[in-house]
Nanobody, 117 residues
Framework: QVQLVESGGGLVQSGGSLKLSCAAS???????MGWYRQAPGKQRELVAT??????TTYADSVKGRFTISRNNPKNTNLQMINLKPEDTGVYYC?????????????WGQGTQVTVSS
């Protein structure tokens, strides 16, 4: 079991920046940490992930603007620059643990990001 707590969301103007942080209740030495988002009326979508070895993936819509990082085994951050109104949504921290193909997903409660035009 692992609990995840996100922080750093808020209201920002288009072109602005925000940094999201996710703190896990225990160290994550294996598995993938990541960020997903859900806009009103839409399905939750992947934003970015980072493995325990530092390999990152990004949604095409955020490449070049968002950067995911892990400062320590219990934390992941998402630095977002040049934010656009379409980035608005609830951002969820995610951890995938377990054998590949049968991982267990853990989710935080989410943090709201609102980008005004």
């Amino acid at each position: 079991q692992v609990q995840l707590v996100e922080s750093g969301g808020g209201l920002v103007q288009s072109g602005g920046s925000l940094k999201l942080s996710c703190a896990a209740s225990r160290s994550i030495f294996a598995g993938t940490m990541g960020w997903y988002r859900q806009a009103p009326g839409k399905q939750r979508e992947l934003v970015a992930t980072i493995t325990s070895t530092g390999t990152t993936t990004y949604a095409d819509s955020v490449k070049g603007r968002f950067t995911i990082s892990r400062n320590n085994p219990k934390n992941t951050n998402l630095q977002m620059i040049n934010l656009k109104p379409e980035d608005t949504g609830v951002y969820y921290c995610n951890v995938k643990l377990g054998p590949r193909g049968i991982e267990t997903d853990y989710w935080g409660q989410g943090t709201q990001v609102t980008v005004s035009s």
